[in-house]
């Protein structure tokens, strides 16, 4: 860190600094997610712990924290300074990507004072309001920022939850009541569903702490306010209401009157919302909102632990455009969108998949004849889509009165193109298409004639083309006069043009234009190879180089040029209160505007399903979709959406057939990294594109409609929040077990690894019979527990299948094909040879196995259960050591040399009579006659390998 002297300290002397240090001793704790900026008018400041996380962020380096130490003060202060280009970028960056807290104060005192800090704009995930203009002035909003509030109330043993989400981009809230369970499945489901970036939770208590638990496992911000917040009488969350619902034409405007508002514990939540959005203060938003119910009910139940197991969203932070990560997500396959309200709608619809057969069969009635139509497609992709705005933000600034005429004109881009859109669109003659999207469309464009007329009656057209957004001079006597005077200066900077060509001895129009752009205003251009035409010319001036040519002036276009810019900004001041009138008007045509928004997300979700569909290595095929009580899941050469899309996988297909009453369960044994966990994702991800309107990646497929998908697959140590592997397994496997019917589809991969062998084995084989038995489920259950598999021996609709792989002495091949049966021998060994363990390790291994494989097999003839568990057990331990850790090395074959003495197998005792019986006094093996040699575990490995002659963990 380097000590500046006080005075280059934020241009502050040393007086001022020792007033800010004050000041900011005086600010409250905050949590380190939050990050607080000073705005000193050209740049922007960070101090104490935040300055170094803020160079991290944006410099990658520490170097650039400086430290404030006026003299005279013993304390210092560390801080860092920001451009406004670097605060606008690390803005965007915590609000959208890290999920932070922004708070920017400004210094509102006389002369700047250093006591005059207020805090002026504040921001969250999930209250984006005062940072849209900064977020998305320039940048497309690609995804949601709902938010949520919860309240609960206990109502003898029952636990009700009222929920309210406010989503102020589509300017609705929504409320919902429930019952639910000590683990809070449903409220999950409903967070998985509804991906709101910020939950606001009364003050803590052991409940509450619970929820937040959960809240923060599925990457929610909380935010807690104060239970007397949420105790406020109806009447007040009503009177806000009123003002900012929009009622329809003869419906009575009281809120009191709808049915939503009897959800008085959800109301309350509601009110919390309404107060931290500050959305009644802001008058833009009175009458645009509207009240719903939500209603879950529609949709495929979801757990967050399916989400993660089927790899439905990009990790946090992770640049979908970049091709290293595009394919790694469904969304990412699914999402080929090219508008931002396209890119939301698809986000939106893969939280939410389907649970009407008919919604879910025009979708794909609409995809497959969009797949069919390959001109309609390509044009509207290609063409008309990318060319659309973001009518969301428009319209977001027409109710602000912050619009401009360009954004008016943008709207009215837009109206133009629909009706290009529209003839694609009827020439499909699809009944599905028709009702669905063309009529509406059409519809709506009808309700937006007179802005189309009001637009063109307006605006000068022409003045658009060379980009500036002028209303016609016709409007108004002053506008005239001013629209004449630059009329006249234009026509003089043409008959200069046409004095400058004769002198060059260049082509009017051709070799040397006139032209205009908003930051130079008029000048000459000329091509690059006449450059030296003018380089030694003094009448002339060269204003830049570009591609197209060189740029220049001379004195008297110089002057005209001013002269025009005179006339011009008196026109646009002239012009104001027009444009006032203008946006008072287009204000009306907000709510089609927003109806037509929603028409061109659908159309673009659409189309992305069928080019995600067309441009597969393989194309995917429609799904045959049945009635829920239909049960039946049939997949032929199923493969996986995202592995096909990386580069060098050449990927192997496999089918999956299931039947109600007849085959509801699989239990796949394999090779590690023999395709287990991508078979059984690749059967939920299915599904999932099925209910969502998409095609699938297989050859045929047949899918009943299922009430949930739930997964549990993989697990890792949560140390933040206090979770090993074994209890996260446990957590998300108690909810599937809780939630699960015999509609539901239940992805589950090798459960019980946590915790020890048997007791593992046991908990995996209860599950796996429970969904089996009681829940009659569909289930894809991978497995290391072979054992497990023989469940299909005495449960009829229980089957076993492999991963097949082809191993010898010196070669191991996955072949990643689904076999039926199970699977006979343990690769275990083979596996740690692809993964490089020690070559010496590897042989050891082998031998042990082989000497051990011996005598399972006398063990399995003489029926001697005991000594199969503790061999079957031993032959694990020894695949799966670290041979890295000699540590763990030793300790494995300590565990396995304890396990014989204590089994209770007559074979041991008969084989080992001394080890087993632990006689002090052995000194040699009684199988190889070896001296037994006590080892520390720390050298184990070592000692293994000087002691060739050993057969038997005895001789240790």
Same mark, same amino acid.
């Given at each position: 860190?380097?000590?500046?002297?006080?005075?280059?300290?934020?241009?502050?002397?040393?007086?001022?600094?020792?007033?800010?240090?004050?000041?900011?001793?005086?600010?409250?704790?905050?949590?380190?997610?939050?990050?607080?900026?000073?705005?000193?008018?050209?740049?922007?400041?960070? &101090?104490?712990?935040?300055?170094?996380?803020?160079?991290?962020?944006?410099?990658?380096?520490?170097?650039?924290?400086?430290?404030?130490?006026?003299?005279?003060?013993?304390?210092?202060?560390?801080?860092?300074?920001?451009?406004?280009?670097?605060?606008?970028?690390?803005?965007?960056?915590?609000?959208? $990507?890290?999920?932070?807290?922004?708070?920017?104060? !400004?210094?509102?005192?006389?002369?700047?004072?250093?006591?005059?800090?207020?805090?002026?704009?504040?921001?969250?995930?999930?209250?984006?309001?005062?940072?849209?203009?900064?977020?998305?002035?320039?940048?497309?909003?690609?995804?949601?920022?709902?938010?949520?509030?919860?309240?609960?109330?206990? *109502?003898?043993?029952?636990?009700?939850?009222?929920?309210?989400?406010?989503?102020?981009?589509?300017?609705? @809230?929504?409320?919902?009541?429930?019952?639910?369970?000590? +683990?809070?499945?449903?409220?999950?489901?409903?967070?998985?569903?509804?991906?709101?970036?910020?939950?606001?939770?009364?003050?803590?208590?052991?409940?509450?702490?619970?929820?937040?638990?959960?809240?923060?496992?599925?990457?929610?911000?909380?935010?807690?306010?104060?239970?007397?917040?949420?105790?406020?009488?109806?009447?007040?969350?009503?009177?806000?209401?009123?003002?900012?619902?929009?009622? =329809?034409?003869?419906?009575?405007?009281?809120?009191?009157?709808?049915?939503?508002?009897?959800?008085?514990?959800?109301?309350?939540?509601?009110?919390?919302?309404?107060?931290?959005?500050?959305?009644?203060?802001?008058?833009?938003?009175?009458?645009?909102?509207?009240?719903?119910?939500?209603?879950?009910?529609?949709?495929?139940?979801?757990?967050?632990?399916?989400?993660?197991?089927?790899?439905?969203?990009?990790?946090?932070?992770?640049?979908?455009?970049?091709?290293?990560?595009?394919?790694?997500?469904?969304?990412?396959?699914?999402?080929?969108?090219?508008?931002?309200?396209?890119?939301?709608?698809?986000?939106?619809?893969?939280?939410?998949?389907?649970?009407?057969?008919?919604?879910?069969?025009?979708?794909?009635?609409?995809?497959?004849?969009?797949?069919?139509?390959?001109?309609?497609?390509?044009?509207?992709?290609?063409?008309?889509?990318?060319?659309?705005?973001?009518?969301?933000?428009?319209?977001?600034?027409?109710?602000?009165?912050?619009?401009?005429?360009?954004?008016?004109?943008?709207?009215?881009?837009? $109206?133009?193109?629909?009706?290009?859109?529209?003839?694609?669109?009827?020439?499909?003659?699809?009944?599905?298409?028709?009702?669905?999207?063309?009529?509406?469309?059409? *519809?709506?464009?009808? *309700?937006?004639?007179?802005?189309?007329?009001?637009?063109?009656?307006?605006?000068?057209?022409?003045?658009?083309?060379?980009?500036?957004?002028?209303?016609?001079?016709?409007?108004?006597?002053?506008?005239?006069?001013?629209?004449?005077?630059?009329?006249?200066?234009?026509?003089?900077?043409?008959?200069?043009?046409?004095? $400058?060509?004769?002198?060059?001895?260049?082509?009017?129009?051709?070799?040397?234009?006139?032209?205009?752009?908003? &930051?130079?205003?008029?000048?000459?251009?000329?091509?690059?190879?006449?450059?030296?035409?003018?380089?030694?010319?003094?009448?002339?001036?060269?204003?830049?180089?570009?591609?197209?040519?060189?740029?220049?002036?001379?004195?008297?276009?110089?002057?005209?040029?001013?002269?025009?810019?005179? =006339?011009?900004?008196?026109?646009?001041?002239?012009?104001?209160?027009?444009?006032?009138?203008?946006?008072?008007?287009?204000?009306?045509?907000?709510?089609?505007?927003?109806?037509?928004?929603?028409?061109?997300?659908?159309?673009?979700?659409?189309?992305? +399903?069928?080019?995600?569909?067309?441009?597969?290595?393989?194309?995917?095929?429609?799904?045959?979709?049945?009635?829920?009580?239909?049960?039946?899941?049939?997949?032929?050469?199923?493969?996986?959406?995202?592995?096909?899309?990386?580069?060098?996988?050449?990927?192997?297909?496999?089918?999956?057939? +299931?039947?109600?009453?007849?085959?509801?369960?699989?239990?796949?044994?394999?090779?590690?990294?023999?395709?287990?966990?991508?078979?059984?994702?690749?059967?939920? $991800?299915?599904?999932?594109?099925?209910?969502?309107?998409?095609?699938?990646?297989?050859?045929?497929?047949?899918?009943?409609?299922?009430?949930?998908?739930?997964?549990?697959?993989?697990?890792? *140590?949560?140390?933040?929040?206090?979770?090993?592997?074994?209890?996260?397994?446990?957590?998300?496997?108690?909810?599937?077990?809780? !939630?699960?019917?015999?509609?539901?589809?239940?992805?589950?991969?090798?459960?019980?690894?946590?915790?020890?062998?048997?007791?593992?084995?046991?908990?995996?084989?209860?599950?796996?019979?429970?969904?089996?038995?009681?829940?009659?489920?569909?289930?894809?259950?991978?497995?290391?527990?072979?054992?497990?598999?023989?469940?299909?021996?005495?449960?009829?609709?229980?089957?076993?299948?492999?991963?097949?792989?082809?191993?010898?002495?010196?070669?191991?091949?996955?072949?990643?094909?689904?076999?039926?049966?199970?699977?006979?021998?343990? +690769?275990?060994?083979?596996?740690?040879?692809?993964?490089?363990?020690?070559?010496?390790?590897?042989? @050891?291994?082998?031998?042990?196995?082989?000497?051990?494989?011996?005598?399972?097999?006398?063990?399995?003839?003489?029926?001697?259960?005991?000594?199969?568990?503790?061999? @079957?057990?031993?032959?694990?331990?020894?695949?799966?050591?670290?041979?890295?850790?000699?540590?763990?090395?030793?300790?494995?074959?300590?565990?396995?040399?304890?396990?014989?003495?204590?089994?209770?197998?007559?074979?041991?005792?008969?084989?080992?009579?001394?080890?087993?019986?632990?006689?002090?006094?052995?000194?040699?093996?009684?199988?190889?006659?070896?001296?037994?040699?006590?080892?520390?575990?720390?050298?184990?490995?070592?000692?293994?390998?000087?002691?060739?002659?050993?057969?038997?963990?005895?001789?240790?």
């Amino acid at each position: 860190m380097a000590n500046l002297k006080p005075l280059q300290c934020l241009n502050l002397d040393a007086n001022q600094q020792k007033n800010f240090m004050k000041f900011f001793k005086t600010l409250p704790d905050k949590p380190s997610t939050t990050v607080r900026f000073f705005d000193r008018s050209d740049y922007y400041s960070c &101090h104490g712990s935040d300055s170094e996380f803020v160079a991290k962020c944006v410099f990658k380096s520490t170097n650039v924290v400086k430290i404030m130490a006026p003299a005279g003060l013993d304390e210092e202060l560390p801080y860092v300074v920001l451009s406004k280009n670097n605060f606008e970028g690390l803005v965007r960056d915590l609000l959208l $990507v890290r999920n932070y807290r922004v708070e920017v104060y !400004t210094n509102k005192g006389p002369m700047k004072s250093s006591n005059g800090w207020v805090l002026e704009f504040k921001g969250s995930p999930g209250n984006l309001t005062q940072f849209e203009d900064l977020l998305f002035a320039n940048n497309d909003m690609v995804s949601g920022s709902a938010l949520l509030a919860l309240h609960l109330k206990q *109502d003898g043993r029952q636990k009700v939850v009222g929920v309210a989400c406010v989503e102020t981009n589509e300017r609705l @809230l929504s409320v919902s009541e429930f019952v639910d369970d000590d +683990f809070y499945s449903e409220l999950e489901a409903m967070i998985v569903i509804l991906g709101p970036k910020e939950c606001i939770l009364p003050t803590k208590d052991f409940e509450y702490a619970r929820i937040e638990t959960m809240l923060k496992r599925n990457n929610v911000v909380v935010t807690t306010k104060k239970k007397t917040e949420f105790s406020l009488e109806k009447n007040y969350v009503i009177q806000d209401l009123n003002k900012l619902l929009r009622f =329809s034409k003869g419906q009575q405007e009281s809120a009191n009157s709808l049915p939503e508002t009897s959800n008085t514990i959800a109301l309350a939540a509601l009110g919390v919302s309404i107060r931290y959005l500050e959305l009644v203060n802001d008058s833009s938003n009175h009458g645009q909102y509207q009240l719903k119910l939500l209603n879950l009910n529609r949709f495929v139940h979801l757990d967050a632990a399916a989400v993660n197991a089927l790899n439905l969203f990009p990790k946090r932070g992770i640049n979908m455009n970049l091709p290293a990560f595009k394919w790694h997500s469904v969304l990412g396959v699914l999402d080929r969108c090219r508008t931002p309200q396209g890119h939301r709608l698809m986000a939106q619809w893969v939280k939410q998949p389907l649970r009407s057969y008919n919604i879910i069969k025009d979708r794909h009635d609409i995809v497959e004849c969009l797949v069919d139509s390959a001109c309609v497609r390509s044009e509207m992709h290609d063409l008309h889509l990318k060319r659309l705005p973001d009518i969301l933000i428009l319209v977001k600034r027409l109710l602000k009165k912050k619009a401009s005429l360009q954004d008016i004109f943008r709207l009215y881009q837009v $109206v133009l193109r629909i009706p290009k859109i529209l003839r694609l669109l009827e020439t499909l003659e699809n009944t599905a298409i028709k009702s669905i999207i063309y009529n509406p469309m059409k *519809d709506t464009l009808a *309700d937006l004639k007179l802005f189309k007329a009001m637009v063109e009656q307006i605006l000068d057209l022409e003045a658009v083309g060379r980009g500036e957004y002028l209303i016609k001079h016709t409007f108004d006597d002053q506008l005239k006069e001013h629209k004449d005077k630059m009329d006249e200066i234009e026509q003089k900077m043409k008959r200069l043009l046409s004095k $400058v060509a004769k002198e060059l001895g260049l082509n009017e129009g051709t070799s040397i234009k006139l032209e205009f752009v908003s &930051h130079l205003g008029y000048h000459f251009r000329i091509s690059l190879k006449d450059e030296t035409i003018i380089r030694k010319n003094s009448n002339f001036q060269v204003l830049d180089a570009i591609k197209g040519g060189v740029r220049f002036s001379n004195e008297k276009l110089t002057d005209y040029n001013t002269d025009f810019s005179i =006339s011009r900004e008196a026109y646009q001041e002239q012009q104001k209160s027009i444009v006032d009138e203008v946006i008072r008007i287009a204000i009306g045509y907000v709510e089609p505007c927003t109806i037509l928004n929603n028409q061109i997300a659908q159309v673009d979700c659409f189309v992305s +399903f069928a080019v995600a569909a067309t441009s597969a290595p393989e194309p995917y095929v429609r799904p045959k979709m049945h009635l829920e009580d239909e049960g039946v899941l049939k997949l032929k050469r199923l493969r996986h959406p995202c592995l096909e899309l990386q580069e060098d996988v050449n990927f192997i297909a496999n089918d999956a057939e +299931f039947h109600k009453d007849q085959t509801t369960m699989y239990i796949i044994t394999g090779p590690n990294m023999g395709g287990k966990s991508t078979y059984i994702r690749s059967v939920g $991800v299915a599904v999932l594109m099925a209910h969502v309107g998409s095609f699938v990646p297989c050859e045929k497929a047949d899918i009943t409609i299922v009430d949930s998908i739930l997964g549990r697959i993989g697990a890792n *140590d949560n140390l933040s929040k206090g979770l090993s592997t074994f209890m996260v397994e446990m957590v998300e496997t108690a909810g599937i077990i809780r !939630t699960a019917t015999d509609k539901s589809l239940v992805v589950i991969d090798e459960l019980g690894r946590g915790t020890s062998t048997y007791e593992g084995c046991g908990i995996a084989w209860s599950i796996a019979e429970y969904l089996a038995k009681e829940k009659k489920c569909f289930a894809l259950f991978a497995t290391h527990f072979h054992e497990i598999a023989e469940m299909s021996e005495t449960i009829t609709t229980v089957k076993s299948c492999h991963m097949e792989a082809i191993a010898d002495n010196d070669n191991f091949t996955l072949l990643y094909q689904v076999k039926p049966g199970v699977m006979q021998k343990s +690769f275990g060994i083979h596996v740690a040879r692809l993964a490089n363990f020690p070559k010496d390790l590897v042989t @050891l291994a082998q031998k042990l196995y082989e000497e051990c494989e011996d005598h399972y097999t006398e063990l399995q003839e003489n029926k001697d259960q005991e000594g199969i568990r503790v061999f @079957l057990s031993s032959i694990e331990k020894i695949a799966n050591v670290d041979s890295n850790n000699d540590e763990s090395i030793g300790a494995m074959l300590q565990d396995i040399r304890q396990g014989v003495k204590n089994a209770n197998s007559a074979y041991f005792r008969k084989t080992f009579p001394s080890f087993t019986a632990q006689d002090p006094n052995l000194t040699t093996c009684t199988l190889c006659s070896e001296p037994l040699r006590p080892v520390a575990p720390m050298n184990g490995y070592y000692e293994m390998q000087q002691q060739s002659t050993r057969k038997y963990e005895t001789c240790f």
